[in-house]
């Protein structure tokens, strides 16, 4: 076995038999594709449960629904997505206390999430 795949291996996890997970970031197999936003059916959400998104390039990450509420006749969800810790002595949230809740929030429809990294990047969010 090669450097670099002993190197990748003990970087990366493999889950099942078409994603790698390196990090936060989930790399779905090439053969799945994003389908058009007119064919995406929603799934059974629940606030407070853990789903994933697609921003694009077949990767995934996961997030956490927080928020779900309905703008004109669609329904919109608000998730939270982890990211990496910029400082470990925290930031100062808006309130003006020091936080160590480091996430990235936005605002998408609600078929625009999946229960798997697969069905996140088929229902991939379109800008």
Same mark, same amino acid.
């Given at each position: 076995?090669?450097?670099?795949?002993?190197?990748?291996?003990? *970087?990366?996890?493999?889950?099942? $038999?078409?994603?790698?997970?390196?990090?936060?970031? /989930?790399?779905?197999?090439? =053969?799945? %594709?994003?389908?058009?936003?007119?064919?995406?059916?929603?799934?059974?959400?629940?606030?407070?449960?853990?789903?994933?998104?697609?921003?694009?390039?077949?990767?995934?990450?996961?997030?956490?629904? *927080?928020?779900?509420?309905?703008? $004109?006749?669609?329904?919109?969800?608000?998730?939270? /997505?982890?990211?990496?810790? =910029?400082? %470990?002595?925290?930031?100062?949230?808006?309130?003006?206390?020091?936080?160590?809740?480091?996430?990235?929030?936005?605002?998408?429809?609600?078929?625009?999430?999946?229960?798997?990294?697969?069905?996140?990047?088929?229902?991939?969010?379109?800008?």
């Amino acid at each position: 076995m090669s450097l670099n795949r002993i190197f990748a291996n003990n *970087i990366n996890r493999f889950i099942g $038999g078409n994603i790698m997970e390196k990090w936060d970031k /989930i790399k779905v197999d090439k =053969m799945v %594709k994003p389908i058009h936003y007119s064919k995406r059916k929603p799934v059974e959400l629940v606030v407070g449960d853990d789903y994933y998104v697609s921003f694009g390039r077949n990767n995934a990450l996961r997030c956490k629904l *927080i928020e779900l509420y309905m703008e $004109g006749e669609q329904q919109r969800i608000v998730v939270e /997505i982890p990211t990496k810790p =910029m400082s %470990k002595n925290g930031f100062i949230d808006r309130n003006g206390n020091i936080s160590h809740h480091w996430v990235s929030t936005h605002t998408l429809f609600a078929d625009e999430i999946g229960l798997t990294p697969e069905e996140a990047v088929i229902n991939e969010v379109t800008m």
